[in-house]
C-alpha cells in the first residue's frame, strides 16, 4: 500500500528535489552591487537578498530578509531589488559603516 502511494507522489514530483533559484545579474546602484536571492518557501518566495559594495578591495556584504511573499519567482526578484535600493536610500551609506565584512540589515 504505502509503494502505491510512493508512486502516486513520484508522478507527481513528490520525491523531486526542489529547483535551485535562478541565477539573476546583479543590478548596480549608489556605488554597490544589490543581488536579488529569493527563498522558496512552498509554492512560493520570500524576498531575500545581499548588497555589496567594495572598500579598498574588500567586499562587505549586507544581508537583508524580509516577510514579503510572492507567488511567482519574477516578482520576488524585482522587488528585492527594489527594497535594496530602498535600504541604501534609508541607509544613506551607513549599513556598510561598522566596518564588518559581513552583516544583515
Same mark, same amino acid.
Given at each position: 500500500?504505502a509503494?502505491f502511494?510512493?508512486?502516486?507522489?513520484?508522478?507527481?514530483?513528490?520525491?523531486?528535489?526542489?529547483?535551485?533559484?535562478?541565477?539573476?545579474?546583479?543590478?548596480?546602484?549608489?556605488?554597490?552591487?544589490?543581488?536579488?536571492?529569493?527563498? /522558496?518557501? *512552498?509554492? $512560493?518566495?520570500?524576498?531575500? #537578498? !545581499?548588497?555589496?559594495?567594495?572598500? &579598498? +578591495?574588500?567586499?562587505?556584504?549586507?544581508?537583508?530578509?524580509?516577510?514579503?511573499?510572492?507567488?511567482?519567482?519574477?516578482?520576488a526578484?524585482?522587488?528585492t531589488? /527594489?527594497? *535594496?535600493? $530602498?535600504?541604501?536610500?534609508? #541607509? !544613506?551609506?551607513?549599513?556598510?559603516a &561598522? +566596518?564588518?565584512?559581513?552583516?544583515s540589515?
Amino acid at each position: 500500500m504505502a509503494s502505491f502511494f510512493s508512486k502516486i507522489l513520484s508522478a507527481f514530483g513528490g520525491n523531486a528535489a526542489p529547483a535551485a533559484p535562478k541565477e539573476v545579474e546583479p543590478r548596480e546602484y549608489d556605488g554597490c552591487r544589490i543581488f536579488a536571492t529569493p527563498i /522558496r518557501e *512552498g509554492s $512560493q518566495f520570500r524576498l531575500a #537578498g !545581499r548588497i555589496e559594495k567594495v572598500f &579598498d +578591495g574588500q567586499v562587505r556584504v549586507r544581508n537583508f530578509i524580509r516577510a514579503d511573499i510572492f507567488t511567482n519567482e519574477a516578482d520576488a526578484v524585482e522587488f528585492t531589488f /527594489r527594497k *535594496g535600493e $530602498q535600504i541604501l536610500q534609508q #541607509g !544613506r551609506g551607513g549599513i556598510f559603516a &561598522d +566596518g564588518a565584512e559581513n552583516g544583515s540589515v
